[in-house]
């Protein structure tokens, strides 16, 4: 299985920091790499996939790169909305794996 | 737009079956280059794919769980299902049905997550 391996495993930001999180996988998965926000209570929710492609309606503050084994997702003015648990996810080869999740907290 | 929504028994007896449907509105199941999935979250930790289905009846499942799970469609209820066996209290876990839709991105398919039920918690006790 590839692991992934995220860091920080959580963050205290105040609203309008720059904020990065780091996604490491243990080989190579190209850019089949997506990134998912999800809040308590709800189900995560798709921002970008193909490493550094926001989907349709996600605010353009949320941007990712990377390609190969390292990944970063990252906002740029937080917002009151973007506390919450960050996960990434591979898609490159079965069994799809997930990142163990980055808490962003208010500062 | 497509929805999901997950149903089944809140509560399992361990080593019982733990068996949930997921019903699929806005989009056929039968849509090709559409996967199907249930993902699940313990209670405070992170997320586990367990495994997929295509309207051909095409299967990938999680290895640490594969041995336990059987996943099926049924196009005309427009509906897919898990079955999970023999649980203990560590498959106690917030399940998600989700679907992979195809996307093209610098001329590469991608396949993510892109719409997800609301989850279900499945307490095996």
């Known amino acids: 299985d590839i692991q992934m391996t995220q860091s920080p495993s959580s963050l205290s930001a105040s609203v309008g920091d720059r904020v990065a999180i780091t996604c490491r996988a243990s080989?190579?998965?190209?850019?089949?790499l997506n990134w998912f926000q999800q809040k308590p209570g709800k189900a995560p929710k798709l921002l970008i996939y193909g490493a550094s492609s926001l989907l349709s309606g996600v605010p353009s503050r949320f941007s990712g790169s990377g390609s190969g084994t390292d990944f970063t997702l990252t906002i740029s003015s937080l917002q009151p909305e973007d506390f919450a648990t960050y996960y990434c996810l591979q898609t490159h080869t079965t069994p799809w794996t997930f990142g163990q999740g980055t808490k962003v907290e208010v500062k | 737009q497509v929805q999901l929504q997950e149903s089944g028994p809140g509560l399992v007896q361990p080593s019982g079956t733990l068996s949930l449907t997921c019903a699929v509105s806005?989009?056929?199941?039968?849509?090709?280059?559409?996967?199907w999935s249930w993902v699940r979250q313990p209670p405070g930790k992170g997320l586990e794919w367990i495994g997929e289905?295509?309207?051909?009846?095409?299967?990938n499942y999680s290895p640490s769980l594969k041995s336990r799970v059987t996943m099926s469609a049924d196009k005309s209820k427009n509906q897919f299902s898990l079955k999970l066996t023999s649980v203990t209290a560590a498959d106690t876990a917030v399940y998600y049905c989700?679907?992979?839709?195809?996307?093209?991105?610098?001329?590469?398919?991608?396949?993510?997550?892109?719409?997800w039920g609301q989850g279900t918690l499945v307490t095996v006790s």
């Open positions: 989700a679907r992979r839709g195809q996307y093209f991105f610098d001329n590469v398919r991608y396949l993510p997550f892109d719409y």
């Open positions: 806005g989009g056929s199941i039968s849509t090709s280059n559409w996967w």
């Open positions: 289905i295509y309207y051909s009846g095409s299967t």
């Open positions: 080989q190579s998965i190209s850019t089949f």
